[in-house]
């Protein structure tokens, strides 16, 4: 064990999805027989103060104030990238060029072609990525796709996928980062997960046709004035599947009352999956073969049968936390940096999203269907 | 109350709607205090036996395997058209020539000119119409609606709403009417009463952007052969309505495993609601104007407080059933008959989701947006 | 079917029971091919003109303000009784002594003595009995004996049941029959209720250990002042069945927010399952048979295959109300007196849960286990 | 922040519980601002090669094989017991007389005896304890509390407890230790928890009368024999408490289906809560003083106003997850260790618990109420 190959992270920004990576970092190593070792070498934040906070609270060794540093260092392996998103394309740009893996919150860039130009530069340069579509990592969604892989469901024929929020509700709330025309808005901010789900489980996506809406159209802009938001509140869109299946799909951040709508419906010619983010240790699961009088919808609760459930409960019904998906995505990509597993959702899986994201806004504004690019 | 006046019904068709309409009178004077005392008069079926047998069950006074004398009857006031949907406009404006009141189960004709001949015909005749769309009597629909117009959601913004059921999830089920292509699929066939609920809630549909698609292309003709199916299997609509809000219909028969997905969420600017037919004694409402960490979803179960729950059972929690929403249709047709209240869903209503039902598919085929005529 | 023997009717209470019991005659014939014809013949209230009213109302021929005209007058066949609790017994002592078919809403008795009088005179006169048990009446309680009878859950272990409800939280309400120290209490008015499906589903409660609890020790006696109340708010026992299983029984009408919460759970060694009377069209099934990873408990969903909803709905899925429940309970008791079924809760039946309950409370009085008299 | 405090901590026993142990103090100092430093010094397993593995895993700096070695280092601080239950007292005693505060995992002690014995000693020594009862960390359980102390429910009347599972239901499961005589059972194994939760919330019981089964009366012994099974499969008890409430609780490990049924209901004059662990980021929450008509248990989900939620995750919904809550007890413990705070659920919590218990089974064996010692 002390014969692990070290793993030097450096972490760029120490916001709300730092803090979640430094749990992933803290807990994957004991839940997981890691094949490296962890170690939190330096962190970058804007300033000397809040950069040596992080680094005494999340137990880095070092800090820094220049987030070029954590690139120019040859001690670091890892570069992890939870700054804002318009600095992800430069801060991975400039990790890759210096042989780094890179480790990228979502979404990878505001606009596929930078995301494209990053997927491109990993790949070229040999980089192992990572893009933090932690969602995708629940034991339950990977129980679902196995279910549909195997052909319990037998043909899938159609999906309902959504991810419903309520955080941009409040028209008094003030405009952010999130209603930047580039980049933002709710699909591009949490309709891309409902994206991501769809493609796991049901592969590409095809073809679509999208309908993004304004609703709350101007928003304080923090200095006692009004700011135009010209990006969608709610984005949805009709879709096909490669696998012949059709379905729709939404983002909505104006969802009043809902906190995690991060649900999916699967119907294939055998079963049935219902699926709900807000109780995510779970999985409803329907089958026609079963008995006459005594079909219905399952309640399977998150087991160890489910992997990788049982490395944090060695017992069901216990229940795996947010965090805890994270230090799956963690363990995931560690295995992939050694070589021992493809990457889980690399930047070329991020650049998908937002070129999914794009052609649904695109098929919106021209108000026609268009082919998904390949 | 010998000083009622009658109301003597003719029947046309005795199959699973002709039985829930004679629950419907028979349970309706029970549960309301009816201006007319109903009588049933005459039943037609197809056959002599069948119609004497149906006139021995379900009470009525004389029998005919010919509908055309149920019309020509002086003695009756209500023709109640259950024949198959083909037969609608025909019996209907038969009996409008003739003077009767006409309750016609849905959808009224295949065609929305078709309905809108008999709507207007029943209008210049004067004569009182129904269409069967009992979803809409139940009293937490009824809430719904009343807690939406009295602001207590705020403005609306959004909706989703669908019906999707499993009944035509088995490719290997025969062709049948539903499959015609004058006026079958699921859109009209269950779509329909997610639009009719819809609107109920909020109003006008202005814009709709549809997309039918077919997915189980051909079916068994029940004579050895197959036949192609043209209809749709999932139809569904991206929505725009008048009062400013927009959403999404979906209406869908081969959704595996599901019965009765009668479902809606509305969200407004300080509330919102949900609904599913699967629990239909129950409405789901959140407040914003809870106190902070006290804020959730409550399950608001029927009772006395929602009318007429109170006419069926004097205590909250018993529930309706769906036979009961059948009596609440009849006794307010009743109450429209008898001069005392508007017509809760005439033959206007009914041409109102044909055109939307049309709309929908043509903008489908059409692949492109339209303005829903008025 | 004109040939169908008649079954006049005569009902004695035109309060909450008596309207349901009128609904249930009204539509058990067209739900059910019942061998006999209903009539309503006469009803009693205690004042002419609310006889009257109920006669125009509900449909009978004639109206009463004396209850003994019911019981004498030859042309009836089934005295009904839902008049107040305390009645049942000289009211029904006198139509079995009249020969008369007797229907009698719950409590049948105040006390088991009563009660046991009351069965044994209508056995020995070799009249038909029923008592209003309607709850049981619901195919999903019958769906649940039918399994536990087929093994289907294996050998029984365990039962937890419970009704608990709300309508006596309020400590202004008034003292009421209800609260009349013979017969009253929780437990006798609606822990009866879990009484009656326990035995149902699991056979006969051998041993209990009886715990009834008054938290509300006085309430208005409607006439400005306070009366002390003897009886239980809460009236629970732990329970042994003959089959070898064991659990708890719970009733409750001080239960804030409960509306309907008639319960139980059932485990054995083979699977499990769980009810809720708040959602009373659904069953949830657990079976350990069902493959690892894709074991949990199904929602079953009322339909035709759950015989006799198929009478009232042909699809899955659009439930039945309260009322419903009691025209399946009119069909039974029909069918038993014409001769082709088992008397379905007759008065020894009646007589059972009223020793139950009286074994409870002594056992609580006492503060020790006590044997249930056969 | 490099001046806080060291807290060098010593674990014995590397099981789940010894893994979730590290989880915490994994997971802990990320999440909260302790004020002091955990050191994982030494881990202690019956073997060299199962402690050095689990020293390399967990990243502890030293490993032994003989758990005294921990006790005796003055290096070590907190001594954390995750051993086998039978070794609880020994270990726990040997760390207080070398003055180690100690964490030990649930039950504290076989025998009340056993556990007071080490209550006072640890009091007497002025040592901080802490005993593993987790589930009283989560947030919703913390916010049910203050919801019941700040009267939001009015005064408290009822209270229904229960935790079941089912991992003892497969009768061909092996007798281990937990089927052992002293100290074992399905109250004391997971009854404890319901217990411990119905004191948190409504305070002290009182008296109990005891209802304790046997349903599996032997299991294989592991060496081709059969023994015979002594304690309880199912454990229940009616409950008073000293706020005048009364109430059941009920431990059973043989509830098949079941996998965390740690459910609760409590009702008092102006609300009531009902809470299940297999959702445990929900607390649903009814209040009479909702409008009429506007009544329901509201689905409160865990959010950033319940803390310390918000520690966590910054948003609503995420939900936390079995070992999150671990982490929130190591917190509450190391402030305890720093003065900060009083201790969460100290030894002479965990007697309180063994003491509930054992009267419960004393109840149960002499049939009779009992008054629990205070």
């Known amino acids: 064990m002390a014969q692990k190959p070290k793993l030097r992270i450096g972490l760029i920004g120490t916001g709300f999805m730092g803090k979640a990576h430094v749990f992933g970092f803290a807990s994957a190593p004991k839940v997981f027989d890691l094949p490296m070792q962890l170690e939190l070498h330096t962190v970058a934040d804007v300033t000397e ?16 104030a220049d987030w070029r540093r954590v690139i120019e260092d040859p001690e670091i392996d890892v570069v ?27 979404p990878l860039a505001p606009l596929a072609a930078d995301a494209r130009e990053m997927a491109e530069a990993a790949e070229a340069k ?4 990572q893009v933090g579509f932690n969602y995708l990592c629940n034991p339950m969604l990977k129980l679902a796709k196995e279910m549909i892989a195997a052909g319990e469901l ?22 952010t ?37 304004t609703m709350i159209a101007e928003r304080p802009d ?11 509140d709610v984005g949805r869109a009709f879709v096909r ?29 055998k079963g049935a999956l219902a699926f709900s983010q807000e109780r995510f240790n ?38 795996l936390g947010f965090n805890d998906l994270k230090a799956i995505e963690v363990a995931g990509y560690v295995a992939a940096i050694a070589g021992e597993a493809p990457e889980p959702f690399n930047f070329r899986a991020g650049l998908r999203i937002q070129t999914l994201v794009e052609t649904i806004q695109r098929s919106s504004r021209e108000r026609s269907w268009l082919g998904v690019p390949a």
Not at 154 to 175: K, V, W
Not at 180 to 191: E, K, R, S, V, W
Not at 222 to 232: F, L, S
Request: hydrophobic letters at 40%.
């Open 49 to 64: 103060a809040a950069a040596h906070r992080a680094a005494a609270d999340f137990g880095f060794a070092h800090a820094t």
């Open 80 to 106: 992890d990238i939870t700054a804002p998103n318009a600095l992800h394309k430069e801060m991975a740009l400039a990790a890759i060029a210096a042989g780094k893996h890179v480790y990228c919150e979502k």
């Open 126 to 129: 040999g980089v192992k990525t």
């Open 154 to 175: 037998g043909e899938i024929r159609g999906y309902r996928g959504l991810h419903a929020e309520d955080y941009m509700a409040d028209a008094a709330g003030p405009f």
């Open 177 to 213: 980062f999130r209603h930047d025309p580039a980049g933002g808005g709710a699909l591009a901010d949490i309709g891309s997960h409902a994206l991501a789900t769809a493609e796991m489980l049901l592969g590409p996506i095809t073809e679509v046709m999208g309908d993004c809406v």
């Open 222 to 232: 923090g200095k006692g004035g009004i700011r135009a938001v010209e990006v969608d």
């Open 241 to 269: 599947f490669a696998n012949g299946a059709q379905g729709s799909i939404e983002g909505n951040w104006i969802a009043t009352g809902r906190k995690m709508q991060h649900d999916f419906e699967v119907y294939g010619t």
């Open 282 to 319: 779970e999985l409803h699961f329907y089958a026609t073969a079963d008995a006459p009088g005594r079909r219905g919808f399952r309640r399977i609760e998150a087991a160890p049968d489910h992997p990788p459930y049982g490395r944090f409960c060695v017992a069901p019904g216990h229940q």
